[in-house]
């Protein structure tokens, strides 16, 4: 009975293990547009590097190509030397067992203007600034949101004070002198309730994972020991007496104390059922 159950329990809780793995894919420079030819580097931080975490991305070209087919790769990171417009798409990383992290919005321009926003989602109630650019210089410009134009910047650069999750949305700009940037979605989460976790390279991962792990396949026995401890200790009710004059009396021999502690539980057992 019990090392079968042991079994079941470690063949139900590896799944729960492994599902808890997870990765999160960020990118340096933190912008989602780019100029042709810039150097952008992605990388997968992980909680288990033996999961095998790979970059991938969708093109208009091609979908779910690894790294080695567009970029160097080196573990769970990847670089793109120089950019093309062709590798405009949306990157993810994806373990050998499928699993997936966030994933990001690329746009690479071969145009003169770009809209930097913020790659990852925005947290409600933080600011937000976009620059409208050039490669050297931002540019005075209008904003625009979802195809509606929402302020007039001479300085090139709005900033989006406690950010709501209705400012969620395709967001460009446009400069008189210079023309308009590709469109970029800017996502917005919702704030925790509780303190913001530590990030992942923080935490030393690998323990706490562990430790998790322990907990979900030892919890049951413990409480299922607790439980029959407790249910001992309430089944015999006419039993603080006997168990507190034992306590008191002075201990002669193991032997001795062992028949009393029998006689107890005979005792105990014949009120029980009287
Ligand atoms: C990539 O493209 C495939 C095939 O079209 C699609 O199933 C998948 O959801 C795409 N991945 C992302 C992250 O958009
Ligand atoms: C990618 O670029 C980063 C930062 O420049 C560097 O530390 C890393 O070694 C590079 N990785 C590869 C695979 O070239
Ligand atoms: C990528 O962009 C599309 C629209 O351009 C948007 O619907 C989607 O949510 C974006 N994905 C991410 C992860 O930002
Ligand atoms: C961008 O600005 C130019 C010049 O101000 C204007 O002619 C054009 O219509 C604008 N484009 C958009 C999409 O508003």
Redesign the pocket.
């Known amino acids: 009975m019990r090392p079968t159950s042991l079994t079941c329990l470690l063949l139900l809780s590896s799944p729960l293990c492994c599902t808890m793995n997870q990765a999160r894919l960020t990118v340096s420079p933190s912008s989602s547009q780019m100029f042709e030819g810039e150097f952008v580097s992605l990388s997968c931080e992980e909680d288990d590097s033996s999961a095998g975490w790979k970059l991938r991305r969708n093109t208009t070209r091609e979908t779910r190509k690894e790294c080695e087919d567009w970029g160097e790769s080196a573990g769970s990171s990847c670089n793109i030397t120089v950019t093309a417009p062709w590798d405009s798409g949306?990157y993810w990383c994806e373990s050998r067992e499928g699993a997936t992290s966030n994933?990001?919005?690329i746009t690479v321009t071969g145009g003169s203007v770009i809209l930097q926003s913020p790659v990852l989602p925005v947290m409600e109630g933080d600011d937000v600034t976009l620059h409208c650019k050039t490669e050297t210089s931002n540019l005075p410009a209008d904003f625009y949101k979802d195809g509606s134009l929402i302020r007039t910047e001479p300085a090139g650069h709005m900033t989006i004070h406690h950010v709501s999750r209705s400012e969620e949305g395709?967001y460009k700009c446009n400069s008189s002198s210079h023309g308009e940037s590709p469109s970029s979605?800017i996502?917005v989460t919702g704030k925790p309730t509780t303190t913001a976790p530590p990030p992942v390279s923080e935490a030393p991962p690998q323990l706490v994972f562990t430790l998790v792990c322990h907990l979900v396949v030892f919890c049951p026995y413990f409480i299922s020991t607790l439980l029959m401890v407790s249910l001992y200790r309430h089944r015999p009710t006419g039993n603080d007496p006997p168990v507190s004059m034992v306590m008191t009396q002075p201990i002669q021999a193991e032997q001795g104390l062992d028949d009393d502690y029998d006689d107890i539980i005979t005792s105990v057992t014949t009120e029980h059922h009287f």
């Open positions: 949306i994933s990001i919005n395709l979605w996502s």
